[in-house]
């Protein structure tokens, strides 16, 4: 089961910004692990989009953020397009018996 | 850089076995690892297990010990993942995924196979 946790939907305005969270533990972001994130279009297989906590590979436009805090992480996505219409997913290392990588529950973004 | 083409859809019964291949093209394959992620209908990403072919060690989920064999075949550039006493819960989308070597030793997955739907049904 996921141990980083994630509202299960966000939505808003083209051209709006909206903010995911991803909540861990100490056995995971809070241990200092790097948070990266992946946007997963209906069908199809997830994409990375943030890497290291803030950096987005090539290709990924820089409406995409990401920061880290703590136990938490977060993706900010401003300039909101129809195209980001997806479902996002945080991962992260985890140091408990639970498994060496965890995701995240997932959030549905929708543009309204 | 490498990709990765598995295996078609697969029904299988309850209680049966299902094994899902991985072949990795365009990268030299020992120099990665592979790990199976599974995803439920309608459901979020489950990491299941890696191995590390050079080394030929597999790690596994928890959830998953006992049930899932992870192997890999240098020879043909292709990994395995086996999950044993199948049952409805198991139905979902069956992913390999992988890491580009620039990304060094950071534990994420750039490189995705197409899925495998894996059906349990009596």
């Known amino acids: 089961q996921s141990v980083l946790t994630q509202p299960p939907s966000v939505s808003g305005a083209p051209g709006q910004r909206v903010t995911i969270s991803c909540t861990g533990s100490s056995s995971n972001i809070g241990a200092g692990y790097d948070v990266h994130w992946y946007q997963q279009l209906p069908g199809t297989a997830p994409k990375l989009l943030i890497y290291g906590n803030s950096n987005r590979p090539s290709g990924v436009p820089d409406r995409f953020s990401g920061s880290k805090s703590g136990t938490s992480a977060s993706l900010a996505i401003t300039g909101l397009q129809a195209e980001d219409e997806a479902d996002y997913y945080c991962q992260s290392y985890d140091s408990s018996l639970s498994g060496l990588y965890v995701f995240g529950t997932g959030t549905k973004v929708t543009v309204l | 850089q490498v990709q990765l083409v598995q295996s078609g859809a697969e029904v299988k019964k309850p209680g049966s076995s299902v094994k899902v291949s991985c072949k990795a093209s365009?990268?030299?394959?020992?120099?990665?690892?592979i790990s199976w992620v599974r995803q439920a209908p309608g459901q979020g990403l489950e990491w299941m297990g890696r191995?590390?072919?050079?080394?030929?060690?597999?790690n596994y989920a928890q959830k998953f010990q006992g049930r899932v064999t992870i192997t890999a075949d240098k020879s043909t550039s292709t990994a395995y993942m086996e999950l044993s006493s199948l049952r409805s819960e198991d139905t979902a989308v069956y992913y390999c995924?992988?890491?580009?070597?620039?990304?060094?030793?950071?534990?994420?997955?750039?490189?995705w196979g197409q899925g495998t739907m894996v059906t349990v049904s009596s």
């Open positions: 191995i590390i072919p050079i080394l030929g060690i597999a």
């Open positions: 995924a992988s890491r580009s070597p620039w990304f060094g030793e950071l534990g994420l997955f750039d490189i």
């Open positions: 365009g990268g030299t394959f020992s120099s990665y690892t």
